[in-house]
C-alpha cells in the first residue's frame, strides 16, 4: 500500500496548473480530494511520475447561486454541499447525494470535481448531474469551454475531458420541481448496488417533465430519456411508473460482482427507481 | 487496635474486586493515541522488509530475477527460498503438524502467498524494490472447491507429500486429503437414524471467513551479535510458544530469545500462528546484524494469514415423533487450503468440534471430519471462538432448526424439551466431554419471557398474513440460538500444542509498601486482562486492584504460558492467578499470626486483613503484613512475598447463553434491519460485569458481520475477490446493532473463582443468532436452509426463488 515515486506539485492558479499539464504530460495527473486516486496509486494500479495538487487554487472553490443558475467549484468538498444552506432549498438533491456518499471523512476531502471528473460508474455525482442537465466548464491550454455532464461519460475512466484540462466548476438550473436520490449500498462507505437520481415536476396533479439517471449500473452513468419520457404527461399512475421502470431496464446494463448478480442489480435498479420517484412525487 | 475499622462492604468495595464494574486501566493510553504498538517501534539501523507476492493461486515459479531490486539504492538483500534452504528455513513447521512454505520453493499455492522478501533501509524502497523483482510463473490448474480437490484427477497440490499415505492424524487417502478424524459411536448413531420416526438432513455451510483485527500481523526482529540474543517483538498471542518452537526451528538457545509481545490491536485467532514474515525478519536480522521490521498492510493480513472456518457441514439428526432428539450425525468436509495451518491443540485437528451436540441431551452421535488441501490461503484458526466451536454452534443451532420444521413444531419448545438438564451435570456428552455445571433451562425462560416470545410469534404471524395480502414487503425473523462453549484449553493430560501442555501461569510480587505486581503466561488483546486479573488477586489477597500492577507478554519477564485465544485466559491463568494469590495469603497468615502473636490458626481472613478469632478488634492488614514481609525478621519464615502458580486444570469449562434477534427484512432488496438483539451470557462467576458487556458487544458485532456479509470468497482461478475493506464487511457504528445483554450465573465447579471466560461466547452464540433470524423470517414461505453471508443479494435470492418476487 505505498506508491510508487512521484513529484508532488501545488499550484496556486489555473494556469500554473494547467500549465504543468501540458508540460508533463500523461506523466501528470491532478490530485483534488484524494480518496479516488490516492487508494489507486496506493495500489499502484496507476503510476505516474508528477502529482499536481489543487487545493491551492481558491478560484476552483466555493458555491455560488445567482438567480436560478448554480454554480460549484470543482474543489467544493462533498461536507461543504451537505452543509450549505442555500443549496439545501436551491437544490436539495445534491445534500441527499452527497450524503449518501462514503463516509464523513471521504466527505471531508472529497471533492464535487473529483467525483464528477473520476469517471467511476460507481461516483454518485455524475448521474445526479445528468439527472439535472448540468454543464461541466473545463480548462485547457486552448482556454476554456463546456460540455454537458449527459455527454461527458465515454465508458469507465473514460470522459470527454482531455489529458491537458481541468475541470473547474459545474453549473446547473435550480430542478423544478421534487427530488430524489435513492441508493441501495452493502454498509456505510461502499458505492452502489443500485442508485437513482429522479427530478419531477408536477402541475395540478399531473406530471409536467421528468429527468432520471441511474449510478452503477453500466459503464457510465446512465441518463434515461425514455424513462423520463414515460412519465411525463401522466398522472404517475402504475402503469406509468412501470413504463419508465421498463424504459430504465432496458438502459442499463449492469454487470454481476460482489454486490450481487446483474439479475440481482436488475431488480435493485427497480425498487430503488421506483422509490425514487414516489419521493421525488411526493417533494413536487 | 483500631475502632475506626470500616464496615466489611464498604472495606469489599474499595479493593474493586470480583464483581466491581472497575473501568478499565488500558483504556487511558488507548483513547489517549498512547499505546505502544509494534509499528511504533523503532530501533536505530533498522531495516524494513516487505514480500513479493504470488499474483497465482497455483503457479510453477521458472525463476526469480532480483538483479534490478539488489540495484536499487537502498536496497540490502533480497531472500529466496534458495537463500533459505541452507539455513533449513525455506520451510517450517505448522501448528498443525505439517509443514509450511516460508518462501516458495518451486511453486505456489495460493494467491497472495510470499516468494522473496526485500530488505531495505527505507520502507518506501522496499515497497519500490517489491516491483522490480522479476518472478516468471507457469500457471496450473486451481482448486479451489474442497469437494473436486478430492476427485481421483484433481490436481496435486502438495507434491513435497507425494507418496505419503498418512500425516500427523492419521491416514491420507487422496493426495489432497490430511486427515480424517472421527468421534463418537458410528454404528450405533446409524442404527437410531435408520430406524427413527424422524430424521432431518442439511448440509450446512460455514464460509471462509478472516479475523481482521485492527492491528495487522508484523515484528521487529533484532539480533545482538555482541551478546548473541535475539530479541523479537512481534503482534504474538502467545509469545511463550512462539520462542520455544524459534528455539527449535533455528537451534539458537531458548536463554537467547527474548520474545516480546507489546500493545496488540486485536487479534482474534489471526495472531496464534507463525507467519513467513517472522522467519524472514529473523533470518533478516541474522544475517545483516539489523534490526528488521516487517509489518503487513490490510490487503496481506486478508489474503495472506489465518483464515476462519470454511466447513461444510452435512448434518443428519433424528428425533422421535413428539420432538425427542435420538440422534446426532455430522460429517465435515474442512477447507484448510494449501498448508494445514489451523492452530488446534495437537489431538485435535478440527478443534474442539465435537461439541456439536451443543445445549442437548442426545444420546447418541457421531463425527468425521476429513480435512483437504486447496488452493487458497493456509490458517483454520479460531476466529473469536474456541478451536471450532463457533461452527460446531452454527451446525447445531441450524440442525435444530431445520429439524422443528420437519416436525412441525415451535423452535424454542423443541430447545425446551431436549437441553441437558441441571441435574445432569456434570453430564457426558455423546461425542466425549464431560460439561461442568450449566443451567439451560433457566436461563432459556428467561430470554424467552425478556423478548415476549410468545408475543413476538404472533406479531410474526399476523406480518406474515399483511405480507400475503399485499400490505407490507417486510418480513420478520424471530432468530434463536442457545449455544454452549467450550473454552479454557486445557488439561496438560490432552490438550497441548506442538508438544507444549496448555497449562498457564502468574507470578506475584508483593511490595514492602502494600502493592504488588503479577506476570502471566498470557497476553492481552483487548480483553483487559490489566484490569480483570487485577480484580481477582485484589479479592484474594486484599489489596485494591488500583494497586496491583497486571504485566504479560516479555518472556524475559513472564513466568511460562500458553498465551491468549480460545477464551483460555480466565479459566486457566485466572485460575493461576488465585491460586498464587491464595499462596500469598497462605504465607501472610503466618505473618500475621506472628506479629499478633497468636496462633496460625488463631486468625482468620477478613476481605483486606486478617483478624484474631473472637477479637475482632485485634488485627493486621495486608498492607501492613506486606511490610512485614520484607522488613522484620520472622522466625522460621524467609523474606518477602512472592508467589508462583502453575495451573493445570482438571477439566474445561463450559459457558453458555441464550440469544435471540428480531430481524426486518426487505424481501424486495434483500436488506435487513436488527430491531431487537437479547443476549444472556452465563460465563459463571462475573469478574467484571463491564467487561463482560464489552465483550458480548463487540463479539456479536464480528458475528452479525460474519452472518450478515463477512467472507473471503475466491473465483474460480483462485482469486481472491474480497481483499480489501470495500468488499469485506467491517461494520461500522451505523450497521451495528443496538445489543440488549443479560446473565444467570452458575459458576464452574472446578475453577478456583468458578468464573467460565466469555471473551468468545458473543461470537459463538450471536452468528446462529442472526443466520436463524434470517432463515425464520422465510420459514413460512418453505426455506430450510440458505448458506451465509445473509448479504442484499443472497437474501434476494432466497426470496426470490421462493416466488416473493411475483
Ligand atoms: C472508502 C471510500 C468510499 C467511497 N464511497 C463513495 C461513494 O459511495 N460514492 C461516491 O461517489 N464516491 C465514493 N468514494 C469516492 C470519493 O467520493 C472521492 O472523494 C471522489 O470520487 C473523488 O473526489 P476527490 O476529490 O477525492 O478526487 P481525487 O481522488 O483527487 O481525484 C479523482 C480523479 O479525478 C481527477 N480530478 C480530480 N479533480 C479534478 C479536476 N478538478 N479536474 C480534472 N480532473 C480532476 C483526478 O486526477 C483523479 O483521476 C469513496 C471513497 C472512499 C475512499
Known amino acids: 500500500m505505498i506508491p510508487a515515486p512521484f513529484e508532488y506539485h501545488r499550484p496556486d492558479s489555473v494556469e500554473a496548473a494547467v500549465k504543468l499539464l501540458s508540460d508533463f504530460g500523461e506523466d501528470a495527473r491532478v490530485v483534488a480530494g484524494g480518496h479516488s486516486l490516492i487508494p489507486m496509486m496506493k495500489l499502484r494500479m496507476t503510476d505516474f511520475g508528477h502529482l499536481i495538487d489543487l487545493q491551492a487554487i481558491d478560484a476552483l472553490k466555493g458555491i455560488r447561486i445567482d438567480g436560478r443558475r448554480i454554480t460549484i467549484g470543482a474543489m467544493t468538498t462533498q461536507h461543504e454541499i451537505i452543509h450549505h444552506a442555500g443549496l439545501a432549498t436551491a437544490a436539495p438533491i445534491l445534500a441527499e447525494a452527497a450524503g449518501q456518499i462514503a463516509d464523513p471523512q471521504v466527505r471531508y476531502m472529497g ?96 406530471c409536467t417533465a421528468a429527468s432520471i439517471a441511474m449510478t452503477n449500473l453500466a459503464d457510465t452513468p446512465v441518463w434515461c430519456e425514455e424513462a423520463g419520457a414515460a412519465l411525463a404527461g401522466t398522472d404517475l399512475s402504475a402503469a406509468a411508473i412501470e413504463a419508465a421502470v421498463g424504459a430504465m431496464d432496458r438502459a442499463i446494463d449492469p454487470q454481476s460482482d460482489n454486490r450481487g448478480p446483474a439479475e440481482f442489480k436488475r431488480h435493485a435498479a427497480a425498487v430503488v427507481l421506483r422509490r425514487a420517484i414516489a419521493a421525488a412525487a411526493a417533494r413536487a | 487496635m483500631n475502632d475506626m475499622t470500616p464496615p466489611k462492604d464498604e472495606r469489599a468495595v474499595a479493593l474493586k474486586g470480583l464483581g466491581a464494574s472497575r473501568k478499565r486501566v488500558e483504556d487511558v493510553r488507548f483513547t489517549q493515541g498512547k499505546g505502544n504498538y509494534v509499528d ?56 498443525a503438524g505439517d509443514v509450511q512454505m516460508v518462501l516458495a520453493d518451486g511453486k505456489v499455492l495460493f494467491q497472495g502467498q510470499e516468494v522473496a522478501f526485500v530488505v531495505a533501509n527505507d520502507r518506501y524502497v522496499a515497497a519500490d524494490a517489491v516491483e522490480l523483482v522479476e518472478v516468471e510463473y507457469e500457471e496450473l490448474p486451481v ?161 495472506a494469514t489465518a483464515f476462519a472456518r470454511d466447513y461444510w457441514m452435512k448434518g443428519r439428526i433424528s428425533a422421535t415423533k413428539d420432538g425427542r432428539i435420538t440422534g446426532l450425525s455430522c460429517h465435515v468436509t474442512a477447507d484448510h487450503g494449501a498448508f494445514d495451518a489451523c492452530a488446534d491443540p495437537t489431538k485435535f485437528p478440527a478443534g474442539f468440534f465435537n461439541i456439536c451436540t451443543g445445549s442437548y441431551d442426545i444420546p447418541v452421535a457421531h463425527l468425521a ?98 405480507f400475503k395480502a399485499g400490505k407490507t414487503r417486510k418480513l420478520l425473523g424471530i432468530g434463536l440460538t442457545h449455544f454452549t462453549e467450550i473454552v479454557g484449553a486445557g488439561p496438560v493430560k490432552n490438550c497441548d500444542i506442538l508438544g507444549l501442555g496448555m497449562f498457564d501461569s502468574c507470578e506475584i510480587r508483593i511490595h514492602p509498601t502494600g502493592s504488588a505486581i503479577a506476570r502471566l503466561g498470557t497476553i492481552s488483546q483487548g480483553q483487559g486482562h490489566a484490569t480483570t486479573f487485577a480484580q481477582i488477586l485484589a479479592s484474594e489477597i486484599g489489596l485494591p486492584a488500583d494497586d496491583i500492577t497486571v504485566e504479560e507478554g516479555d518472556t524475559d519477564t513472564a513466568p511460562y504460558g500458553l498465551g491468549t485465544y480460545g477464551s483460555r485466559s480466565t479459566p486457566v491463568a485466572g485460575a ?48 501492613e503484613i506486606a511490610f512485614a514481609a520484607y522488613n522484620q525478621a520472622i522466625p522460621g519464615l524467609e523474606p518477602g512475598l512472592e508467589a508462583v502458580s502453575y495451573y493445570d486444570p482438571p477439566n474445561m469449562t463450559y459457558p453458555f447463553g441464550a440469544y435471540i434477534c428480531v430481524m426486518e427484512i ?14 444472556l451470557d452465563d460465563c459463571g462467576t462475573r469478574i467484571n460485569p463491564m467487561i463482560i458487556e464489552g465483550q458480548v458487544h463487540g463479539g456479536a458485532t464480528e458475528g452479525y458481520a460474519i452472518a450478515m456479509g463477512q467472507e473471503i470468497a475466491y473465483d474460480e482461478i483462485g482469486n481472491v475477490k474480497t481483499g480489501t475493506l470495500m468488499d469485506f464487511f467491517l461494520p461500522t457504528a451505523w450497521e451495528t446493532p443496538h445489543y440488549t445483554t443479560d446473565f444467570t450465573v452458575t459458576p464452574s ?40 453471508p445473509h448479504d442484499h443479494w443472497r437474501i434476494w435470492k432466497v426470496a426470490h426463488d421462493l416466488g416473493l418476487h411475483g
Open chain 1, 111 to 206: 471533492t464535487l470535481g473529483g467525483n464528477v471528473a473520476n469517471g467511476d460508474p460507481g461516483n454518485d455525482m455524475p448521474g445526479v448531474m445528468q439527472c439535472l442537465d448540468a454543464t461541466f466548464h473545463l480548462n485547457g491550454p486552448g482556454g476554456s469551454r463546456v460540455v454537458k455532464a449527459r455527454d461527458f461519460y465515454e465508458a469507465a475512466y473514460f470522459t470527454a475531458r482531455a489529458e491537458d484540462e481541468i475541470l473547474t466548476a459545474v453549473s446547473f438550473d435550480t430542478p423544478a420541481g421534487g427530488q430524489a436520490y435513492v441508493k441501495q449500498k452493502r454498509k456505510i462507505g461502499d458505492y452502489a448496488t443500485a442508485a437513482a437520481a429522479v427530478v419531477i415536476a408536477r402541475s395540478g396533479g399531473r
Open chain 2, 40 to 95: 511504533d517501534l523503532k530501533l536505530p539501523g533498522m531495516l524494513f522488509g516487505d514480500f513479493v507476492r504470488s499474483p497465482y493461486a497455483h503457479a510453477r515459479i521458472k525463476s526469480i530475477n532480483s538483479e534490478k531490486a539488489k540495484a536499487l539504492p537502498g536496497v540490502v538483500a533480497v531472500l529466496t527460498a534458495a537463500d533459505l534452504a541452507p539455513l533449513n528455513l525455506h520451510w517450517m513447521p505448522t501448528l
Open chain 2, 143 to 303: 482448486v479451489v472447491d474442497p469437494f473436486k480437490a478430492q476427485a481421483p484427477d484433481a490436481p496435486v497440490l502438495r507434491e513435497d507429500l507425494a507418496g505419503k499415505t498418512s500425516g500427523a492424524h492419521g491416514p491420507r487417502r487422496h493426495h489432497n486429503h490430511i486427515f480424517t478424524w472421527e468421534q463418537g459411536d458410528r454404528d450405533a448413531t446409524e442404527k437410531v437414524l435408520s430406524s427413527a420416526d424422524v430424521v432431518a438432513e442439511e448440509m450446512v455451510y460455514y464460509h471462509r471467513t478472516h479475523p481482521c483485527p485492527l492491528e495487522t500481523c508484523g515484528c521487529v526482529a533484532s539480533m545482538d551479535k555482541v551478546n548473541g540474543k535475539l530479541t523479537v517483538h512481534g503482534t504474538f498471542q502467545a509469545p511463550h510458544a512462539v520462542r520455544t518452537v524459534a528455539s527449535l526451528i533455528s537451534g539458537i538457545a531458548e536463554h537467547n530469545i527474548r520474545i516480546i509481545s507489546p500493545d496488540i490491536g486485536g487479534g482474534f485467532g489471526n495472531k496464534v500462528g507463525v507467519y513467513p514474515g517472522y522467519i524472514c525478519a529473523i533470518v533478516a536480522s541474522i544475517v545483516t546484524g539489523k534490526p528488521v521490521k516487517w509489518i503487513e498492510d490490510r490487503m496481506e493480513n486478508l489474503m
Open chain 2, 369 to 466: 471430519v476429513d480435512g483437504v488441501y486447496t488452493n487458497k490461503a493456509p490458517g483454520g484458526v479460531a476466529y473469536r471462538c474456541s478451536f471450532r466451536v463457533t461452527e460446531a454452534a452454527y451446525f447445531i443451532e441450524r440442525m435444530i432448526e431445520v429439524l422443528a420444521i420437519k416436525l412441525g413444531m415451535d423452535a424454542a419448545e423443541l430447545r425446551t424439551k431436549n437441553f441437558i438438564r441441571k441435574d445432569q451435570f456434570p453430564y457426558q456428552s455423546a461425542l466425549g466431554w464431560e460439561y461442568d455445571s450449566g443451567d439451560y433451562h433457566t436461563a432459556w425462560d428467561k430470554a424467552l419471557k425478556a423478548v415476549d416470545y410468545a408475543g413476538l410469534r404472533r406479531e410474526q404471524a399476523d406480518r406474515i398474513a399483511d
Open chain 2, 576 to 623: 493461576a492467578t488465585a491460586m498464587a494469590g491464595r499462596k500469598i495469603r497462605a504465607k501472610a497468615q503466618m505473618i500475621a499470626a506472628y506479629l499478633l502473636e497468636v496462633h496460625d490458626d488463631d486468625v482468620e481472613w477478613d476481605i483486606d486483613r486478617f483478624v484474631v478469632k473472637g477479637a475482632p478488634e485485634r488485627f493486621k492488614t495486608m498492607k
Open chain 2, 666 to 679: 426487505d424481501v424486495d432488496t434483500g436488506e435487513h434491519k436488527v430491531r431487537q438483539f437479547y443476549a
Open chain 2, 749 to 788: 465447579p472446578h475453577h478456583p473463582i468458578g468464573a467460565k471466560g466469555v471473551g468468545e461466547s458473543p461470537n459463538v452464540g450471536s452468528v446462529p443468532a442472526f443466520s436463524n433470524a434470517v432463515h425464520d423470517a422465510f420459514r413460512a414461505f418453505g426455506l430450510t436452509q440458505s448458506h451465509m
